[in-house]
């Protein structure tokens, strides 16, 4: 059998594929949660200028997009780390294996 026939290594490939997806993901939410804080904060900052209902409802909602962009990165970042460890853990089984 050849190496790229081999199942454990081409689970290897596919969840190394599917970690650099998931941190390429894991960037976007990070930008977008960055920029929704930056936009909260120049909205608080021209806030004692602007006292309209609008403006209160806009930073209401960039706060809430903050907050679910927050828990879509950290459930991202799970994710990341649970595919990392089965990466780690095929890799040991592949070396493991290529000893025998």
Do not use: C, I, W
């Amino acid at each position: 059998m050849s190496d790229s026939d081999r199942p454990e290594l081409r689970a290897y490939r596919e969840l190394e594929t599917l970690v650099r997806h998931l941190g390429d993901e894991l960037a976007g939410f990070r930008r977008r949660a960055l920029l929704a804080e930056a936009r909260l904060k120049e909205l608080e900052g021209g806030a004692e200028v602007t006292t309209g209902a609008d403006s209160r409802e806009r930073v209401t909602e960039l706060e809430h997009e903050n907050a679910a962009l927050r828990s879509r990165l950290e459930a991202a970042t799970e994710r990341t780390k649970n595919m990392l460890d089965r990466v780690h853990f095929l890799r040991q089984q592949a070396e493991r294996d290529g000893e025998r």
